[in-house]
């Protein structure tokens, strides 16, 4: 059997970022503006380093690389998925991101970022900006050059436990005193329509009016997402999304239930309780890859976690 590929996260910190990476998941973050745990990622901008086995201390970027078989041979010059943490102290920018054709030909070949995100926690009455109120490119650029932020963006309430799929072309922003897990594709690059006026070292972030106009859908089309529950003996597993690009389930588990792997590989972030995958201690935070061929699993405790794959 093949070892389980445990990872060191890595940390960003952010103009917008918290201390909840720390006081929620007890990670030693490099300061109280800490905005991004990056879990699972073979990014340039963030490569994840093994922390265990035969594989200890290679990035997972190089195991992809050189390692493919742990992956199942499969094809792509990156690693598909990046599983990240995010703790919003205030609120980001308003955003959106390309699509692959767009990205590859605008970006040096970069991947575009479809992503979807779990609510962990947030504070009372937080929102989070998802999509905009604009019906033609015509209408969206007269908000935008008139500054009426508050006609074109569409503010949604959350609660712990919500999910959102964001489309590439899709306005969005996390608000402040929200917490979310986040599951996308292998990508970094973000478009920046609006930052609030902020200024970091005395100089606004750049924005990319150009890209986001080109890249923006309009109208905005709500993706509706529908959970589905499967109840097992010992667990109850929500599947939150099937995509083109990733698989997400939100798994609870009290007791011991074993798994089959059907995926390729299998990605799993904890976020909540402790227990152990055949007999290997897990807990709140950690980040994990069940490799190819891995096989049946067994999980025992009391926990909640997300389970990712393509």
Known sequence: MREIIFLEPVFKELIWGG??????????????????????????????VVKNGIYKGKKLSSLWDKNRELFGNIEGDLFPLLAKIIDAKKNLSIQVHPDNSYADKFENGSLGKSECWYIL?????????????????????EFVENGKWNDLLRKVP??????FQISPGTIHAINGGVLILEIQ?????????????????????????????????????????????TILNNCIVENLISHKYYTVNHVDLEGVETFA??????????????????????????????????????????????????
């Open 261 to 310: 792997q059907r995926e390729v590989f299998t990605l799993i972030s904890i976020i909540d309780g402790s227990g152990t995958i055949d007999g290997i201690n897990i807990a709140k935070g950690d980040h994990f890859i069940l490799p190819a061929e891995y096989g049946d699993y067994e999980i025992q405790g009391k926990l909640s976690y997300i389970h990712s794959h393509i």
């Open 185 to 229: 594709q292998n990508s970094d690059i973000t478009y920046r329509l609006y930052d609030y006026d902020r200024l970091t070292n005395g100089k606004p972030r750049e924005l990319h009016y150009k890209q986001c106009i080109d890249v923006i859908q309009c109208p905005y089309v709500d993706s509706n997402i529908k959970k589905k529950e």
């Open 121 to 141: 926690d947030c504070d009372e009455d937080s929102t989070i900006v998802l999509g905009h109120n604009a019906n033609t490119k015509e209408e969206l650029i």
């Open 19 to 48: 201390n909840r990476l720390h006081t929620h998941f007890g990670y030693n973050i490099p300061s109280d503006s800490t905005g991004e745990c990056w879990g699972i990622s073979a990014h340039s901008n963030g490569d994840c």
């Open 158 to 163: 959350v609660k712990k436990g919500d999910f």
